[in-house]
């Protein structure tokens, strides 16, 4: 399984979680299989976003397409930080 984690702040989070929501349809589109939302535990405009992935390459060729960066630009994302990760090992304890 591919995954990617994205740190970044937002103005306000309420305006990024409407904008976060109506682009569910294309994010699903663009491979994306199941989402977190985290925040920290003392800014809640410090967002997580934590997703599982068809493959790396569509989430690349997603989070770097012009319409999302028009997307992050309208929810308010300061200087967003992807990291791509491939599971190694998974369990429950």
């Given at each position: 399984m591919q995954y990617v984690l994205i740190i970044h702040e937002v103005v306000d989070y309420p305006t990024w979680k409407q904008i976060f929501d109506q682009a569910?349809?294309?994010?699903k589109q663009a491979g994306e299989i199941s989402y977190q939302v985290l925040k920290y535990e003392n800014d809640s405009n410090k967002i997580v976003h934590f997703s599982a992935w068809t493959s790396l390459s569509d989430?690349?060729?997603?989070?770097?397409s012009p319409q999302l960066v028009k997307?992050?630009?309208e929810a308010g994302v300061k200087s967003p930080d992807f990291i791509y990760l491939d599971q190694?090992?998974?369990?429950n304890l």
């Open positions: 569910a349809a294309i994010r989430a690349k060729r997603f989070f770097e997307i992050r630009l190694i090992e998974a369990g």
